[in-house]
């Protein structure tokens, strides 16, 4: 008898399953998007993207309004593909809602240096993010952010990689005291480095950019032990090519 019962429970549990399963399809089927919600996780003085500016070329860019259209007729995945080739969007998600809404959620690229190629027409400016991507600036704002020049600059992610620059980039970004100390950074002809600081007005004779964690350190004890009984005008220039030796002129 407990059997029986229990089979048509699970029948009736099964039948009314179905039944939401229906009402449920019916009513995404009779879904339109009311609106478009757009979240930006941007970094602070990085702000390149308005919503308002995502949203009017998603519209320009389809052949159908996407506001009072069927959610149905909306392709999440084409849009989500397209968002993700603009050059300034790192990762998106899209995604509809139960209340008619077509949200975009993204976060933009962090870009820690601004590079200026010496040899090229006019000196192109191109930003370099945090994973080695590069754009040029044409018509985007001039950030303050440490400044690359020199004339033989690679503007290839992996061998920007290969010759050291782009992992000397990112250690001077993932430190908050370098960021700020740190304003230019020049690669001479022979591929040496020379660095440029916001206090002190002194130079830092990098070298190749090799062992740089080392380097650091060194520099580290200079600005720790040397500044505070010299004080910040001493010095002129800081070599730190040698190993085992911090030479201050």
Avoid at 80 to 90: G, M, T, V
Avoid at 226 to 241: A, D, F, H, S
Wanted: hydrophobic share 40%; aromatic share 10%.
């Amino acid at each position: 008898m407990g059997q029986i019962v229990s089979q048509v429970t699970a029948l009736f549990l099964t039948i009314g399953l179905c039944f939401s399963m229906l009402f449920v399809k019916k009513k995404h089927a009779s879904l339109v998007c009311k609106s478009i919600e757009i979240a930006i996780q941007d970094y602070k003085e990085q702000s390149f993207l308005t919503a308002q500016e995502l949203v009017d070329l998603l519209q320009a860019t389809h052949n159908i309004a996407l506001q009072k259209t069927p959610l149905k007729r909306i392709n999440t995945y084409a849009i989500q593909q397209e968002l993700k080739s603009h050059p300034l969007i790192k990762t998106v998600l899209v995604y509809k809602t139960w209340n008619g809404a077509l949200k975009v959620d993204l976060v933009t690229k962090f870009f820690i240096a601004r590079m200026i190629r010496l040899n090229a027409p006019n000196g192109s400016q191109i930003y370099v993010d945090e994973e080695g991507g590069m754009i040029e600036l044409k018509g985007l704002p001039i950030l303050g952010m440490l400044v690359v020049m020199g004339r033989n600059i690679i503007t290839e992610k992996s061998k920007l990689h290969h010759k050291g620059l782009l992992p000397l980039l990112q250690y001077i970004a993932s430190h908050p005291f370098w960021q700020r100390q740190i304003t230019s950074l020049e690669v001479a002809d022979n591929g040496k480095i020379i660095l440029g600081t916001q206090i002190g007005g002194h130079q830092i004779q990098f070298g190749y950019p090799r062992d740089i964690a080392n380097k650091f350190e060194k520099l580290e004890l200079f600005y720790k032990e040397v500044i505070p009984y010299k004080g910040w005008n001493t010095y002129r220039r800081v070599n730190l090519e040698f190993e085992n030796q911090l030479i201050c002129e």
